[in-house]
């Protein structure tokens, strides 16, 4: 076969959404695995609903998931002369022919059909007339009248498709648009494209356009039909679900490596491996391991890969998905050394990049207030001597790190008779405005001496201000 070459082709009429994006990913992965080339064009002819917003969102997704092109975009409404070329090629080979059937004979054929029994379709009256071309004249496929016609499918075998039962299908509308299959196989032609990973959803499509292939003498490519994504109640992924745009979980803060290792799972296995990185996706996916069921959506494994992957991927990945998430919260973060050392201290405890940036505020601006229960619970006028003590130990900390930093904990401790929660606790309430944080000592590191000791003064004359007084 040589080159492995694949495509993905959207319609631009909505966003990109989980399916799409899963068939994207299947045929992205084939030809980067095999040093193939995946080309991208866009399905345009639906004029009325086709729009530039959506091509742009669906660029947008394809790029936020790290899914790169070798070629394109390519845009149908700019081919309209090559499928012209082509269409032109088959009625002088007498493969196709113009067609003067109004709809409303068409639709009395279809009906006399189906009173016989018969499967309904075009019955063939003009096939033979040799029409010319005319204003309001369709063109259709001359489909064989007999034989079948074997789609040979990488995941579901052979599957033969009586060819009484094609019509003669139209490949040109009356207006000159070509009809999907035609410009479909147009496309793949011209563009190289010799492995079609799809939904099963095209299976009914296959066998026109494997007759529109040998009708024009080309090559067919293979075909690989993948289940559709079903969400938990078995019925078609849609937004009841929680099936939404691609774009919709960036907002929500996934990380792209763990959609994009889940909606490889969603049909596609390894052994028991459900953690995948990018590389290894690359080098392990195949069509053999595709299975024949349909995948189901389940949000909470989704979740929980994202909280592994946002666990396990380095830091310096993770920071500029986080930097906008920070930004809307009004912290204008940079990739720095800084940043890098935040995230490293909430990987453990951050499901999303949502809840990481929430985290991260109080790294970036100093709480304006305290939790009420905290206040309650550990701002007590006892604590006062001991944060003061620990303000002034952390001065002399050289270097400011946690061995020494503990070593300065265990004097107050010493002093004051306390176990290590009973200041920690007050501590952490002081340093984020919440009771819980990353590890107390990362935390110290992270923010630096000089803050870190502003923020205890800081509490320090809060419980003296607003607790000493009450009691």
Known sequence: MGTIVTRFPPSPTGYLHIGGARTALFNWLYSRGRGGRFILRFEDTDVERSTRQYVDSILDALEWLGIDWDEGPYYQSARLDIYHQYIQQLIDAGHAYYCTCSKEKVEEMRQEASSQGLKPGYDGT????????????????????????????????????????????????????????????????????????????????????????????????????????????????????GAMSVTAYREMGYYPDALLNYLVRLGWSHGDQEFFTRQELIEKFDLEHIGRSAGVFNPEKLLALNAEHIRTAPVKDLAPHLIPFLAERGIEASQDDFLLRVIKTLQPRSKTLVEMADGAVFYFKAPENYEEKGIKKLFKPEIIEPLKQLAKELEAVEPFEEKQLEAAFMKVMETHDLKFGRIAQPLRLALTGKTASPGIFEMIEVLGRRETIARINRAVSFISDHISGQH
């Open 126 to 241: 003009c096939r033979d007339k040799n029409l010319p071309p005319q204003p309001g004249a369709v063109v259709r496929f001359k489909s064989p009248l007999a034989g079948n016609t074997v789609m040979e499918d990488k995941i579901h075998g052979n599957i033969v498709f009586p060819n009484t039962e094609i019509d003669d299908f139209i490949i040109q509308r009356a207006d000159g648009m070509p009809i999907y299959n035609m410009a479909v196989v147009v496309d793949d032609i011209t563009m190289g494209v010799n492995t079609i990973i799809r939904g099963d959803d095209h299976i009914s499509n296959t066998p026109k356009q494997i007759l529109l292939y040998r009708a024009l003498g080309e090559q067919v490519p293979d075909y690989a039909h993948v289940p559709m994504v079903l969400g938990h109640d078995k019925a078609r992924l849609s937004k009841r679900h």
